[in-house]
């Protein structure tokens, strides 16, 4: 059996203070890392400039590692409509992003995510952290924004052939 071509990942852990985001290489059986990182808002700008310095941020790395698609973790919704609506703003910047560089993007609630990566719907970040480090052994990440950012990207990795998108040469 030949194997897939190999597809560049960006995972997406949308958030206002900060918006983690991984990218990986997937060629169907293994997975490797790329890069990682995170891009904070500052929290003493209005929320339009906040909202921008995601899009912009997300832009950059877009451009700097090229992938060929995009997952982006669902809203969590909480008790606090005002806080789940801001993190609704900046997932629409997360979408918004790879859209506009042409990315096909899988959207991904955060269960599924935990379960991909652990096994489990309801994994702790401890454990997140640890399969990410399992998994990407050469993961380099600062904080659990970053490595919830890579399991979405292993998560679409693994799901993306059920959203009917086809592999893409990555020339690299």
């Not at 609506?85 to 096909?104: D, E, F, S, W």
Request: glycine share 10%.
């Amino acid at each position: 059996m030949a194997r897939q071509n190999k597809i560049r990942i960006i995972g997406i852990d949308p958030g206002l203070r900060r918006t983690g985001w991984g990218v990986i290489e997937s060629d169907g059986v293994r997975l490797g890392y790329i890069a990682s990182g995170c891009i904070a808002s500052c929290a003493d700008e209005p929320l339009s400039w906040r909202l921008r310095e995601i899009y912009e941020g997300l832009l950059e790395v877009i451009s700097t590692f090229k992938p060929n698609e995009a997952g982006v973790e669902e809203t969590f919704v909480n008790t606090n409509a005002r806080a789940t609506l801001k993190l609704g703003q900046a997932r629409g910047m997360a979408l918004l992003a790879p859209a506009i560089k042409g990315l096909t993007v899988g959207e991904y609630p955060p269960n599924l995510v935990k379960k991909s990566v652990v096994g489990a719907g309801h994994a702790d970040k401890r454990q997140i952290q640890a399969m990410i480090g399992f998994l990407l052994p050469k993961a380099s990440f600062d904080n659990a924004d970053e490595a919830d950012a890579l399991a979405i990207a292993i998560c679409h990795a693994n799901h993306r052939t059920s959203l009917g998108l086809r592999a893409m040469a990555v020339d690299r």
